[in-house]
């Protein structure tokens, strides 16, 4: 691989500016684990807060030793100092260099806007503190007794630049002056198109020369963030900040993950400590873990379905040429190619999922037979690219591979309400199994825990392996809403096996019926019985 003579350095701010997205919070341990995950990344800069702003950050900093990071530094973020006062003075720049992290990154007005109406100082007082500030920080020892590295971020630079390109242009003299070894270009609002980013990038590295070295940080409003990095990159720029996943405030900021690739495989750019990019999808699918966040399956690179083929041609191509319908190999960020089966699917998905496994990948007819099979109930609302073990039941009846391990004589559900109290579920479940019948009855939180709980009854003592079986989760979507309350439901429901030997494993049933008890019902017996082949086949 070529390498670009200038590396572009990562700046992260999960942990700062991604906490300020709708619904995101992190413990100290979230950031401390997450600030150790992208280290190991590679990534050159962690920004671990606001030290004045919460005792959170105070305690990040100061147990900053614990992490012991072996490539990043971590950053201190705060604001220049107030009006009115000197940098000796202030409360904010005394936590900043106190925190004692190795970078201190400075937050000022750019656009006069902000300079007038929202700091409401002179333009003139406004450029001092910028000035002041950053040479404080960037002259004051730490507890290490050393200065840190100072980082200017200019505050809506780009609109900044588009009202008055003499003044932002002057913010960043001052920034620099002051002693700033980064100046950093925000679109804080979000809203500049790729081209607006590179004219103004020409125009500052223009006016302040090519030592000054400039970074950018976009945020994503008008959903170009990662676009812009690439224009002002192409541009001159050399810093990128941004967070795991995109995260953060309004509409995020620009998505690291997809920036990092795009510079790696797209550009050829050196932009990560060591060769680590492998690691991508699995620090995304961390970060959104610990932000209790759900993972954006359609992600560049890093989502579940960045890889997954549904279309038939799609899937017959990429058997026969990988990179025909993959822009680039899914192990090199960490992920993986999944080839999904539903009513869009040829034959080819079928032999690419199960072909080898049941010795289909030759078998025309029998692809074909299942293919219109999976046509069929997917018209009727199943949905099998969501229900791997369903399907795989699915194929193993049309093989004539499906095992009957019992015989349903009937289940029977009921729910008692009472005017003060929570509402009470009995389920009652009898099956034949071999030339015995089992009638057990069990309580539960709700109908489907209680058939579980006398399903389980009746199966356990004949097979004992069920009890390794839990659902994980389960989730209900009406098929035909204009039927309203009379309408049918699917139900996908994931399963995990736990074992004492072994990793976990997962896998998701289906049921589909105008009845949700039923259709739970149909999903709960697929996942024992998937389980109990899987078994079988195991023990041959």
């Given amino acids: 691989m070529t390498t670009h003579p200038q590396r572009i350095e990562i700046y992260d701010t999960t942990l700062r500016d991604g ?113 002041d500030s950053v040479r ?120 690291l993950t997809t920036v990092i690739a795009n510079l790696r495989l797209k550009l050829n750019r050196d932009c990560l400590a060591g060769d680590s990019l492998q690691q991508l999808t699995e620090t995304s699918r961390f970060v959104y873990e610990l932000a209790n966040m759900n993972l954006r399956e359609t992600q560049p690179y890093v989502g579940s379905a960045a890889f997954a083929h549904k279309g038939g041609m799609h899937v017959h191509a990429v058997q026969r040429v990988a990179h025909s319908y993959e822009h680039v190999e899914p192990g090199s960020v960490g992920n993986t190619r999944q080839v999904l089966v539903s009513e869009l699917s040829g034959s080819s998905n079928i032999s690419a999922l199960l072909g080898e496994k049941y010795g289909i990948a030759d078998d025309r007819d029998i692809q074909r037979r299942v293919l219109m099979r999976v046509q069929d109930l997917e018209n009727a609302g199943y949905q099998f690219e969501a229900a791997d ?5 699915l194929l193993r009846k049309e093989l004539d591979q499906r095992r009957e391990y019992w015989q349903l004589d009937h289940y029977r559900c009921v729910i008692l309400k009472t005017h003060n109290d929570e509402p009470a579920t009995e389920a009652i479940v009898k099956v ?10 069990a309580e539960g939180d709700g109908p489907v825990n209680a058939l579980d709980g006398a399903l389980r009854k009746c199966l356990v003592d004949h097979y004992p392996q069920i009890a390794n079986v839990h659902l994980r989760d389960f989730r209900v979507r009406v098929v035909n809403a204009t039927a309203e309350s009379a309408a049918k439901v699917r139900v996908i429901a994931d399963f995990a096996v736990i074992r004492a030997d072994g990793p976990d494993t997962w896998f998701s049933t289906i049921g589909v019926s105008e009845n949700i008890v039923e259709a739970s019902w149909q999903a709960l017996i697929d996942a024992f019985e998937y389980h109990l082949l899987e078994c079988d086949v195991a023990a041959m």
């Fill in 389 to 393: 073990a369903s399907f795989e039941l």
């Fill in 136 to 255: 404080h920080c960037a002259q004051t020892p730490g507890p290490s007794g050393e200065p840190a590295e100072v980082f200017y971020d200019a505050e809506h630079f780009f609109d900044g630049y588009r009202a008055n390109p003499d003044y932002t242009l002057q913010t960043l003299r001052a920034a620099h002056e002051g002693g700033a070894a980064r100046l950093i270009l925000c679109d804080t609002n979000g809203g500049s198109l790729p081209d607006w980013i590179a004219q103004v990038t020409d125009a500052v590295r223009t006016a302040l020369g090519d030592a000054v070295k400039l970074g950018i940080h976009p945020h994503n409003d008008a959903g170009l963030a990662v676009a812009d990095v690439l224009a002002a990159i192409a541009h001159g720029a050399m810093q990128v900040q941004g967070t795991i996943n995109g995260i953060g405030e309004r509409c995020g900021n620009v998505d």
């Fill in 19 to 131: 906490t300020q997205g709708l619904g995101v919070s992190f413990s100290l341990p979230d950031k401390q684990r997450i600030a150790q995950r992208l280290d190991a990344l590679g990534v050159d800069y962690i920004e671990g807060g606001y030290p004045l702003s919460n005792p959170k950050d105070v305690a990040f900093f100061a147990e900053a030793d614990r992490l012991q990071l072996k490539h990043a530094k971590l950053c201190a973020f705060g604001m220049t100092r107030r009006k009115g006062i000197t940098a000796e003075e202030d409360e904010g720049m005394a936590a900043l260099v106190d925190a004692g992290a190795p970078v201190i990154t400075i937050v000022g007005k750019t656009w006069d806007l902000h300079v007038d109406e929202v700091l409401r100082v002179d333009r003139d007082q406004n450029l001092a503190m910028i000035r």
């Fill in 432 to 441: 034949r199994i071999g030339d015995n019948i089992e009638h057990r009855v």
